[in-house]
Structure formats: C-alpha cells, structure tokens
C-alpha cells in the first residue's frame, strides 16, 4: 500500500475510533438533539485565500515573474471540554513565467519556463488534549503532495506523524516543542524534522511570536490593527515530470527567506484581511537529476502578498 493510502487508512481509523467507541455487546444510543447542537456550536472552520507576486527571481540569467495562489482550510470538532480533533487541508499552486531560456531541468522542451506549474497538497489530522491548566499535548498524521504538473502523484506523495507537548503558565507566555516523522521524496527513507513554537507578550499591545523556521514581532496599531515585521526559510522539494533526457524521478529544490511588514486588519470577528510587502531573499532554484544539478540564484527580489481569512 502506498503512503497515501497508509496515511488516510490510519486517519480515517484515528478518527473513528475517537469519534465512534463502540463497546463490545452494547448498542449505542443515539445522540440526542442538546449534543449534536453543543458540537456544532463548538466546531470551529476557518478559510483563507492568499494571492502573491514576485518580480525578477533570476536576474543573472532569465528574468522571471511568479504568481502565488494559497488556499487553507481548517476544521476544530471538539471531543470533551479538554480534547479536540484538528484537521486542517492546505493547497497551493506556484506559476513562474521566464522571459528567457533556462537550462535548469534537463531535456525540458517548454517555451517561456523550464517546468510547468507546481502544486502543493497537505491534509493533517491531529488531536489536540489540554492535561492540565498549563500543559497541553498534539498528535497526529498527515500526508502531503508536492508535484510539477504531469508528474506521478504517487512518487510525490509523502506521509508521517507528529507529537509534542506544551507549556503556558500564563496568558503571556506559551512554549510548545515536538517531533515529526516524514518519508522522503519518492520514498528514500525517512526524516525527523524538529518542531518548535514560542508566543511572548513582550509588553502591553507588543508579541513575539517564533513557530518552527518563521520568526515575527508584532505591534498592535489600533483596536482591530497591526502592524508585523515577519521572516522565514521556506525550503520545498517537488517531483517533476519525465522528460526526454532527464533521468526518472528528477527532482526541483525550492529554497528562498522572505522578510516583509504585514498590516493585519480584523474589519469583523469573523472576517481577517492581510496586505504584505518586502523582498525574497537568498532565492535559489535547483534541479537534481541524478548526480547532476543545475541551479539558478535571486539575491533579492520584491514580494507582494494579499489574504483574506474567514472564521464560522
């Protein structure tokens, strides 16, 4: 069984059995109406929808524009007072367009960019439990998709697990750490990956807040406003298609650290608008095919970004 189908086996039964207990000879009475209602007023969904633009990622070479579209969907159902199932689903799709020719993937025959649009699937399930007034746990699974469009879904296809726990001995401070297990890129064993969350209410209306590669400070500016200076690494790794020339399983590293100020206005309790602007630092493309790498740099280019988020 491949790990997609592993990873959604195991989520699916996780979810069940936490949902369902069924006890052995005894049939289960049906919810009642106070229940049913009692959840839905406690579930908790969230959207976001994010477009963003880069200009001239490779000015050495072909110059390049990117467009970004960021979806997001998250889903809080709550199993008791002190335990919830969090499952969250994250879609991405990544358009380059270069003004001249690249060699960056071998045997790529596209006019314009050397490889086609890149798309970025995640689906995480998890539970979330608070052991006591200051300690919290999580755990979970999730499976992840990241692929040039063409390419087998199936050697782009990653799974794994996650755990940790928490510690917040006020409102002013939280500190969370924990592990996570992933497969690598067309099943070459498997990683460990550390993960790390600080949130510090440094003084009335200013936060520090640190989640595993990305880094933020925030100013309150009005009731419903601030203003954020905001940075991260953000390395990706997707499957390309086959092409002629190119080795099976050629693979296209994506590493770059934005540093951009964020003005985040909340016009309603249910509505969340972010304007973004700054530059795409260290920018580097690379593909790998076999013991072959081509690669193309950036220094510096301007980032613009938008998003809007909703919350029922």
Same mark, same amino acid.
């Given at each position: 069984?491949?790990?997609?189908?592993?990873?959604?086996?195991?989520?699916?039964?996780?979810?069940?059995?936490?949902?369902?207990?069924?006890?052995?000879?005894a049939?289960?009475?049906?919810?009642?109406?106070?229940?049913?209602?009692?959840?839905?007023?406690?579930?908790?969904?969230?959207?976001?929808?994010?477009?963003?633009?880069?200009?001239?990622?490779?000015?050495?070479?072909?110059?390049?524009?990117?467009?970004?579209?960021?979806?997001?969907?998250?889903?809080?159902?709550p199993?008791?007072?002190?335990?919830?199932?969090?499952?969250?689903?994250?879609?991405?799709?990544?358009?380059?367009?270069?003004?001249? @020719?690249?060699?960056?993937?071998?045997?790529? =025959? #596209?006019? %314009?960019?050397?490889? *086609? /649009?890149?798309?970025?699937? +995640? !689906?995480?399930?998890?539970?979330?439990f608070?052991?006591?007034?200051?300690?919290?746990?999580?755990?979970?699974?999730?499976?992840?998709?990241?692929?040039?469009?063409?390419?087998?879904?199936?050697?782009?296809?990653?799974?794994?697990a996650y755990?940790?726990?928490?510690?917040?001995?006020?409102?002013?401070?939280?500190?969370?750490?924990?592990?996570?297990?992933?497969?690598?890129?067309?099943?070459?064993?498997?990683?460990?990956?550390?993960?790390?969350?600080?949130?510090?209410?440094?003084?009335?209306?200013?936060?520090?807040v640190?989640?595993?590669?990305?880094?933020?400070?925030?100013?309150?500016?009005?009731?419903?406003?601030?203003?954020?200076?905001?940075?991260?690494? @953000?390395?990706?790794?997707?499957?390309?298609? =086959? #092409?002629n %020339?190119?080795?099976? *399983? /050629?693979?296209?590293?994506? +590493? !770059?650290?934005?540093?951009?100020?964020?003005?985040?206005?909340?016009?309603?309790?249910?509505?969340?608008?972010?304007?973004?602007?700054?530059a795409?630092?260290?920018?580097?493309?690379?593909?790998?095919?076999?013991?072959?790498?081509?690669?193309i740099?950036?220094?510096?280019?301007?980032?613009?970004?938008?998003?809007?988020?909703?919350?029922?």
């Open positions: 069984m491949g790990v997609l189908g592993w990873a959604g086996r195991a989520a699916l039964a996780l979810t069940w059995g936490l949902l369902v207990p069924a006890p052995v000879g049939e289960e009475p049906a919810p009642s109406p106070r229940l049913l209602q009692h959840l839905v007023d406690r579930t908790r969904v969230r959207v976001r929808l994010r477009p963003e633009f880069v200009f001239a990622i490779d000015p050495s070479g072909a110059d390049a524009r990117l467009a970004t579209t960021r979806g997001y969907l998250r889903l809080r159902v199993l008791s007072k002190r335990a919830e199932i969090d499952t969250q689903l994250r879609i991405a799709n990544w358009n380059f367009d270069f003004d001249g @020719e690249s060699e960056l993937i071998t045997g790529s =025959e #596209r006019s %314009g960019t050397p490889f *086609g /649009e890149l798309y970025d699937a +995640r !689906l995480r399930m998890g539970t979330n608070q052991i006591s007034d200051a300690w919290f746990a999580t755990s979970g699974m999730f499976v992840r998709t990241d692929w040039e469009e063409g390419a087998d879904l199936g050697e782009a296809t990653r799974g794994g755990g940790g726990f928490a510690w917040q001995p006020s409102p002013n401070f939280f500190l969370g750490l924990g592990i996570g297990l992933q497969s690598k890129l067309g099943g070459d064993g498997v990683s460990a990956v550390p993960l790390a969350e600080l949130r510090w209410k440094v003084r009335e209306g200013t936060r520090f640190i989640r595993n590669r990305a880094a933020r400070i925030v100013q309150r500016v009005a009731e419903n406003a601030t203003l954020e200076v905001v940075t991260r690494l @953000e390395a990706r790794r997707f499957r390309l298609e =086959e #092409r %020339g190119a080795a099976s *399983g /050629e693979d296209l590293e994506w +590493r !770059l650290v934005p540093i951009f100020l964020r003005y985040r206005v909340k016009p309603a309790e249910w509505l969340r608008i972010d304007l973004e602007a700054g795409s630092l260290n920018q580097r493309l690379r593909s790998k095919d076999g013991d072959r790498h081509h690669t740099r950036d220094s510096a280019s301007p980032l613009f970004r938008f998003e809007i988020q909703t919350r029922y």
